[in-house]
């Protein structure tokens, strides 16, 4: 057992699912996701995104008000996965071998149209804080951007990420 297993409900959450996307940078096994429900251990091949997004649509009308959920997308993070149509917008372009930047780009195209999906569930007394992590990876810089200065640095291109607040 590893620590992500128990953290959530060491912190206070009733309930918790956690999608680990397994690769490079990553220790969890493989193949395809490490799920951890309830700290119960078990690999998934669905798309992360789309995974997070249905589990938390199931927990939210299967749970009385009054709720309070986090959902952390692990979109966009190494190693990029070109996400599925489904949750990418009508006629988004699928290069034949996409570049890291492309992949990164549809990864968080894939989020914000999962986010879409969420939003209509929520009534007008609840609150909706979007925000993300630290910044583009070096891996999918663009060109004029230096990788140095990027993920992990106090450098802009580290910190400038969105933060979207929805509420009454």
């Known amino acids: 057992n590893g620590v992500w297993e128990f953290t959530p409900q060491a912190n206070g959450y009733d309930h918790a699912l956690c999608e680990y996307p397994v690769g490079e940078f ?15 251990v078990s690999q998934d ?9 249905d589990a938390f649509m199931d ?9 309070f959920a986090v959902i952390n997308f692990t979109a966009a993070h190494a190693p990029f ?3 599925p149509p489904s949750i990418l917008p009508p006629g988004y372009p699928h290069p034949f071998q996409p570049t890291d930047r492309e992949e990164f780009e549809a ?4 989020v914000d149209t999962a ?12 609150w909706v804080v979007f925000t993300s992590a630290n910044g583009t990876p070096a891996e999918a810089a663009l060109p004029s951007q230096d990788p ?5 640095t ?9 933060l979207i607040i929805r509420g009454p």
């Open 59 to 67: 927990w939210w009308a299967n749970t009385e008000a009054p709720r």
């Open 148 to 152: 140095n200065k990027l993920k992990l």
């Open 81 to 83: 996965k070109f996400p």
């Open 115 to 126: 986010l879409g999906q969420l939003l209509p569930l929520f009534g007008p007394e609840d």
């Open 26 to 40: 990553c220790s969890l096994p493989g193949p395809g996701n490490t799920r951890v429900d309830d700290g119960i």
């Open 107 to 110: 990864e968080i195209a894939g």
């Open 45 to 53: 091949t669905t798309n992360d995104t789309i995974a997070l997004r």
């Open 154 to 162: 106090c450098y802009e291109g580290g910190i400038r990420v969105p």
